[in-house]
Protein backbone atom coordinates (compact mmCIF):
# COMPACT_ATOMS: atom_id res chain seq x y z
CA UNK A 1 0.00 0.00 0.00
CA UNK A 2 2.53 2.57 1.04
CA UNK A 3 6.60 2.56 0.20
CA UNK A 4 8.68 5.31 1.44
CA UNK A 5 12.34 5.33 -0.23
CA UNK A 6 15.57 7.56 0.84
CA UNK A 7 13.32 9.73 2.73
CA UNK A 8 14.99 12.62 4.04
CA UNK A 9 13.68 15.72 5.86
CA UNK A 10 15.39 19.17 7.46
CA UNK A 11 14.35 22.03 9.61
CA UNK A 12 16.20 24.82 8.68
CA UNK A 13 19.70 23.41 8.09
CA UNK A 14 19.02 20.84 10.61
CA UNK A 15 18.56 17.52 8.75
CA UNK A 16 16.19 15.25 10.97
CA UNK A 17 15.21 11.65 8.95
CA UNK A 18 18.43 10.82 7.38
CA UNK A 19 17.12 8.31 4.29
CA UNK A 20 14.22 6.46 5.83
CA UNK A 21 12.72 3.45 3.88
CA UNK A 22 9.64 1.67 5.12
CA UNK A 23 6.48 0.18 3.92
CA UNK A 24 3.05 0.02 5.82
CA UNK A 25 0.70 -2.76 4.17
CA UNK A 26 -3.23 -2.76 3.93
CA UNK A 27 -4.85 -4.78 6.46
CA UNK A 28 -1.94 -4.27 8.57
CA UNK A 29 -0.79 -2.07 11.39
CA UNK A 30 2.65 -0.40 11.24
CA UNK A 31 4.18 0.78 13.98
CA UNK A 32 6.34 3.79 14.69
CA UNK A 33 8.60 3.03 17.86
CA UNK A 34 11.65 4.65 18.85
CA UNK A 35 12.54 7.44 22.19
CA UNK A 36 11.43 11.26 22.21
CA UNK A 37 12.96 13.51 19.66
CA UNK A 38 14.15 10.30 16.89
CA UNK A 39 11.69 11.52 14.01
CA UNK A 40 8.61 9.43 14.35
CA UNK A 41 6.37 12.89 14.49
CA UNK A 42 8.47 14.05 11.77
CA UNK A 43 8.54 11.42 8.95
CA UNK A 44 4.48 11.40 9.84
CA UNK A 45 4.39 15.20 8.78
CA UNK A 46 6.39 14.09 5.32
CA UNK A 47 4.35 11.23 4.51
CA UNK A 48 1.20 13.48 4.98
CA UNK A 49 2.44 16.50 3.31
CA UNK A 50 2.48 18.74 6.69
CA UNK A 51 5.98 19.76 6.54
CA UNK A 52 7.34 19.06 3.34
CA UNK A 53 10.14 16.38 2.29
CA UNK A 54 13.54 17.12 1.38
CA UNK A 55 14.86 13.85 -0.78
CA UNK A 56 13.00 10.66 -1.47
CA UNK A 57 10.38 9.01 -2.68
CA UNK A 58 6.76 7.91 -1.51
CA UNK A 59 4.43 5.91 -3.50
CA UNK A 60 0.25 4.90 -2.71
CA UNK A 61 -0.98 1.78 -4.41
CA UNK A 62 2.08 1.63 -6.54
CA UNK A 63 1.39 6.09 -7.55
CA UNK A 64 4.24 8.06 -6.84
CA UNK A 65 3.31 10.80 -4.52
CA UNK A 66 4.65 14.34 -5.82
CA UNK A 67 6.11 16.48 -2.70
CA UNK A 68 2.75 18.22 -2.66
CA UNK A 69 0.51 20.27 0.02
CA UNK A 70 -1.14 17.84 3.33
CA UNK A 71 -4.93 19.25 1.31
CA UNK A 72 -3.66 17.53 -2.08
CA UNK A 73 -2.50 14.03 -0.68
CA UNK A 74 -5.78 13.80 1.35
CA UNK A 75 -7.44 13.69 -2.12
CA UNK A 76 -5.35 10.89 -2.50
CA UNK A 77 -6.32 8.88 0.27
CA UNK A 78 -4.01 9.93 3.17
CA UNK A 79 -5.61 10.80 6.69
CA UNK A 80 -3.55 12.39 9.06
CA UNK A 81 -4.90 12.53 13.05
CA UNK A 82 -1.93 14.52 14.71
CA UNK A 83 -0.62 14.44 18.28
CA UNK A 84 -2.38 16.93 19.60
CA UNK A 85 -5.70 15.90 18.06
CA UNK A 86 -6.24 19.64 16.55
CA UNK A 87 -9.87 19.47 16.50
CA UNK A 88 -11.79 23.08 15.94
CA UNK A 89 -12.88 23.95 19.83
CA UNK A 90 -15.82 26.14 18.34
CA UNK A 91 -16.90 23.75 15.67
CA UNK A 92 -19.83 21.62 16.68
CA UNK A 93 -18.94 17.69 16.58
CA UNK A 94 -21.03 17.30 13.57
CA UNK A 95 -18.98 20.60 12.03
CA UNK A 96 -16.11 18.96 12.78
CA UNK A 97 -16.92 15.76 10.97
CA UNK A 98 -17.97 17.75 8.02
CA UNK A 99 -14.60 19.57 7.82
CA UNK A 100 -13.44 16.05 5.41
CA UNK A 101 -16.43 17.27 3.09
CA UNK A 102 -13.26 19.26 0.89
CA UNK A 103 -11.40 15.83 0.50
CA UNK A 104 -15.00 14.08 -0.54
CA UNK A 105 -16.72 14.74 -4.11
CA UNK A 106 -20.63 16.11 -3.27
CA UNK A 107 -21.88 12.19 -3.54
CA UNK A 108 -19.96 11.52 -0.93
CA UNK A 109 -20.56 14.63 1.46
CA UNK A 110 -22.49 12.72 4.38
CA UNK A 111 -21.45 10.97 7.88
CA UNK A 112 -21.64 7.31 7.36
CA UNK A 113 -23.06 5.10 9.97
CA UNK A 114 -20.14 3.30 10.72
CA UNK A 115 -18.46 6.53 12.39
CA UNK A 116 -21.15 6.69 14.86
CA UNK A 117 -20.97 2.92 15.42
CA UNK A 118 -16.77 3.34 15.77
CA UNK A 119 -18.03 6.23 18.08
CA UNK A 120 -21.18 5.95 19.56
CA UNK A 121 -20.87 8.90 21.92
CA UNK A 122 -20.30 11.51 18.94
CA UNK A 123 -23.70 10.44 17.89
CA UNK A 124 -24.66 11.56 21.30
CA UNK A 125 -22.69 14.76 20.94
CA UNK A 126 -22.80 16.27 18.06
CA UNK A 127 -24.23 19.14 18.53
CA UNK A 128 -21.35 19.97 21.35
CA UNK A 129 -18.95 21.95 20.45
CA UNK A 130 -15.43 20.39 20.59
CA UNK A 131 -13.43 22.35 22.39
CA UNK A 132 -16.20 21.34 25.43
CA UNK A 133 -15.64 17.35 24.36
CA UNK A 134 -13.18 15.48 27.23
CA UNK A 135 -9.63 14.68 26.18
CA UNK A 136 -10.45 11.32 24.93
CA UNK A 137 -13.00 12.49 23.06
CA UNK A 138 -11.55 14.63 21.53
CA UNK A 139 -9.17 12.23 20.51
CA UNK A 140 -11.77 9.55 19.07
CA UNK A 141 -13.63 13.21 16.98
CA UNK A 142 -10.10 13.69 15.15
CA UNK A 143 -9.93 10.02 14.04
CA UNK A 144 -13.60 9.89 12.67
CA UNK A 145 -12.56 13.26 11.01
CA UNK A 146 -9.66 11.75 9.66
CA UNK A 147 -12.35 8.84 8.61
CA UNK A 148 -14.76 10.44 6.85
CA UNK A 149 -11.90 11.04 4.07
CA UNK A 150 -12.43 6.96 3.15
CA UNK A 151 -8.33 6.82 3.50
CA UNK A 152 -6.08 4.26 1.74
CA UNK A 153 -3.46 5.10 4.60
CA UNK A 154 -4.31 5.95 7.88
CA UNK A 155 -1.37 7.90 10.22
CA UNK A 156 -2.11 7.91 14.04
CA UNK A 157 0.32 10.49 16.17
CA UNK A 158 0.30 9.18 19.88
CA UNK A 159 -3.36 8.80 19.98
CA UNK A 160 -2.99 7.57 23.69
CA UNK A 161 -1.47 10.48 24.73
CA UNK A 162 -3.09 12.09 27.95
CA UNK A 163 -6.15 9.76 27.15
CA UNK A 164 -7.90 7.79 30.67
CA UNK A 165 -7.82 3.81 30.36
CA UNK A 166 -11.10 3.11 28.94
CA UNK A 167 -11.17 5.59 26.23
CA UNK A 168 -7.25 4.01 25.50
CA UNK A 169 -8.97 0.45 25.35
CA UNK A 170 -11.84 1.78 22.71
CA UNK A 171 -9.04 3.21 20.49
CA UNK A 172 -7.70 0.08 20.65
CA UNK A 173 -10.59 -1.95 19.44
CA UNK A 174 -11.19 0.63 16.72
CA UNK A 175 -8.07 0.48 15.47
CA UNK A 176 -8.31 -3.39 15.18
CA UNK A 177 -11.34 -3.26 13.55
CA UNK A 178 -9.77 -0.77 10.82
CA UNK A 179 -6.91 -3.83 10.40
CA UNK A 180 -9.44 -6.62 9.97
CA UNK A 181 -11.54 -4.38 7.13
CA UNK A 182 -8.37 -5.12 5.16
CA UNK A 183 -8.67 -2.00 3.01
CA UNK A 184 -6.51 0.50 4.46
CA UNK A 185 -2.74 0.66 5.76
CA UNK A 186 -2.19 1.66 9.00
CA UNK A 187 1.03 3.58 10.49
CA UNK A 188 0.54 3.84 14.60
CA UNK A 189 3.27 6.27 16.66
CA UNK A 190 3.41 5.63 19.94
CA UNK A 191 5.31 5.58 23.32
CA UNK A 192 2.50 3.38 25.14
CA UNK A 193 4.98 0.07 24.39
CA UNK A 194 2.27 -2.52 25.64
CA UNK A 195 -0.42 -1.09 23.49
CA UNK A 196 1.89 -0.68 20.54
CA UNK A 197 3.13 -3.98 20.84
CA UNK A 198 -0.60 -5.86 21.53
CA UNK A 199 -1.85 -3.93 18.11
CA UNK A 200 1.41 -4.23 15.95
CA UNK A 201 2.18 -6.19 12.76
CA UNK A 202 4.92 -4.87 11.67
CA UNK A 203 7.41 -2.47 13.45
CA UNK A 204 10.18 -0.14 12.74
CA UNK A 205 12.13 1.80 14.93
CA UNK A 206 13.84 4.91 15.31
CA UNK A 207 17.04 6.48 16.10
CA UNK A 208 18.44 9.80 15.76
CA UNK A 209 16.53 9.72 12.61
CA UNK A 210 17.71 6.81 10.88
CA UNK A 211 15.86 3.15 10.82
CA UNK A 212 17.60 0.75 13.22
CA UNK A 213 15.17 -2.13 13.53
CA UNK A 214 12.49 -3.74 11.08
CA UNK A 215 10.27 -6.50 10.77
CA UNK A 216 6.76 -8.33 11.06
CA UNK A 217 5.87 -8.93 14.39
CA UNK A 218 7.13 -12.66 14.05
CA UNK A 219 10.85 -11.72 12.94
CA UNK A 220 11.74 -9.10 15.69
CA UNK A 221 12.18 -10.13 19.57
CA UNK A 222 9.95 -8.12 21.76
CA UNK A 223 13.33 -7.35 23.98
CA UNK A 224 14.97 -6.40 21.12
CA UNK A 225 11.78 -3.68 20.18
CA UNK A 226 12.15 -2.92 23.89
CA UNK A 227 15.58 -1.77 23.92
CA UNK A 228 14.68 0.39 21.17
CA UNK A 229 12.68 2.59 22.24
CA UNK A 230 14.45 3.12 26.01
CA UNK A 231 16.22 5.42 26.80
Excluded at 150 to 171: A, S, V
Amino acid sequence: MLKVTDLTLHYGHSRILHGISMEARAGRVTCVMGTNGVGKTSLMKAISGTHPRSGGGVSLQGEDLPPVPAHLLARRGIAYVPQGREIFPLLTVRENLETAFSCLPRSERFVPDEIYRLFPVLRQMQSRRGGDLSGGQQQQLAIARALMTRPKLLLLDEPTEGIQPNIIQQIGEVIDQLRVRGDMAIILVEQFFEFAYGLGDDFVVLRRGEVTLSGAKADVAKADLLRGVTV
